[in-house]
């Protein structure tokens, strides 16, 4: 089965700096895909970024990059220059099978989520 | 290019009532999966639908069903509810790019 840890309820940043969230894996699969979505307030998941587990760069998409290390099982998402903006509950998440198409594609796993607050 | 659009935003029903949620996916998108998310929580997987079947199931009762109109929209029906219903409840579409995009939810009350 497959599981996603993420091991800190909340953390804090000041504006501008860089904060980096943890994520470990837990899968006897050999092809899985990594997300992660970030969910304000308002409730809709964002999505931010994903890693395919066959991916040998680490996924960067503007501030957002997907710090992967496939040996340790983790998949922790670094944000640069963190803005006020950036608070909100982030999740991790897997998803079997990514590159399989259709219906072979799974159902996402998600973690427990972190709670990011920006500091001015 | 319109998004992920559930309906209704918020409602309340009291136990034992029925409820119908309604998703249309992102356009180019033919999969739709709904999540159940309690406060507090990440999202659990409720089922997933693609070319009108039911193709993949988590761990719900039969209480939950839905069904995928052959414009790729979905519902997800809900009977009698209980009080551990109440949750934000997820559509979210996929075509042949592993991402999901998500709606904004639908938040249900039961009371």
């Known amino acids: 089965a497959q599981k996603i840890t993420q091991t800190q309820p909340g953390m804090f940043v000041q504006e501008k700096e860089a904060v980096t969230l943890d994520c470990t894996y837990d899968t006897s699969d050999q092809s899985y895909g990594l997300f992660w979505y970030k969910q304000p307030s308002s409730g809709e998941m964002i999505f931010l970024i994903y890693q395919g587990s066959y991916d040998e760069q680490n996924a960067t998409e503007g501030r957002y990059s997907l710090n992967f290390q496939k040996a340790r099982k983790s998949a922790n998402l670094v944000i640069s220059a963190s803005q006020l903006g950036d608070s909100a509950m982030y999740f991790c998440?897997?998803?079997?099978?990514?590159?399989?198409?259709?219906?072979?594609?799974?159902?996402?796993?998600f973690g427990q989520g972190t709670i990011l607050t920006v500091h001015p | 290019d319109a998004g992920v659009t559930q309906s209704p935003t918020h409602l309340i029903k009291t136990r034992g009532q029925q409820v119908t949620l309604r998703c249309s996916p992102k356009s180019g998108h033919d999969t739709v999966s709904w999540y159940q998310q309690a406060l507090g929580q990440g999202p659990q997987f409720i089922f997933q639908y693609y070319e009108e079947e039911e193709r993949q199931r988590g761990n719900f009762p039969d209480r939950f069903s839905g069904h995928q109109f052959p414009n790729y929209s979905s519902e997800l029906n809900v009977n009698a509810l209980l009080l551990g219903d109440s949750a934000l409840y997820l559509c979210a579409s996929s075509g042949d790019r592993p991402e999901l995009f998500f709606g904004e939810g639908s938040r249900l009350t039961v009371l």
């Open positions: 998440a897997m998803r079997e099978n990514p590159n399989a198409g259709g219906t072979s594609y799974g159902k996402l796993t």
